[in-house]
């Protein structure tokens, strides 16, 4: 017997109004309500992306970011990220920062479902090596942050419209200023 998941509903201020049970929220008119994204970073400085597994409801089998979720009613966002990451790629992460406390996005997926969220963005860290779930992950892939950001700008369709849009504000895809040298 699976347990229901609910997701919180917001109003357009960001105020809580409810919850609803996840499987009724998404689809051609979706109310507003709070999720997250995180961005898992490893020693190395690469940046996990994770292709959506191909039954997914929304955004089948596209790139996106390192995982993704919704707290349910009452959980902490920092539970939900752990939570979340530990149950969808299989990993501990640490260091877990928020990036953009404020990121709302509205996206209609090609099937005319609707992703309508306020969705604070984490970034964490992690030495471990992900150990995804098949029924969220397809496959994952370690990358440099400025090699993805240029395969973002040459295909955005390539990826989770959330992706793009969070890239374009996440400081984790600039260039690193170059280090002057003394004449």
């Known amino acids: 017997m ?6 919180v509903l917001l109003d357009d201020f ?4 409810g919850t609803a049970p996840k499987a009724d929220v998404h689809d051609a008119d979706t109310r507003l309500h ?4 995180c961005h898992v970073v490893n020693s ?3 940046v996990l992306v994770t292709r959506r597994a191909l039954h997914k409801k929304t955004w089948p089998g596209v790139w996106t970011n390192s995982f993704c979720g919704h707290p349910g009613p009452g959980e902490a ?5 752990h939570r979340r990451g530990e149950f969808e790629v299989g990993l501990r992460v640490r260091d877990v920062e928020l990036a953009l406390p404020t990121f709302r996005y509205r996206a209609v997926d090609a099937s005319g479902i609707v992703e309508h969220e306020i969705c604070p963005v984490y970034v964490a860290r992690t030495d471990d090596e992900p150990q995804p779930h098949p029924d969220e992950v397809a496959e994952y892939r370690w990358v440099d942050p ?3 950001a240029a395969s973002l700008d040459a295909t955005p369709w390539a990826f989770s419209p959330w992706l793009v849009l ?3 504000q996440l400081h984790l895809f600039d260039p690193a200023p170059a280090v002057r040298r003394a004449s």
Do not use: D, K, P, R
């Not at 699976?2 to 997701?7: A, G, H, K, R």
């Not at 709070?34 to 994204?37: D, E, I, K």
């Not at 966002?77 to 990220?81: F, I, K, L």
């Open 2 to 7: 699976s347990e229901t998941e609910y997701v």
């Open 166 to 168: 969070q890239a374009q």
């Open 77 to 81: 966002m920092t539970a939900a990220v």
């Open 44 to 46: 190395h400085g690469q």
């Open 14 to 17: 960001g105020n809580e109004i």
């Open 146 to 148: 400025l090699e993805l």
């Open 34 to 37: 709070l999720a997250f994204s």
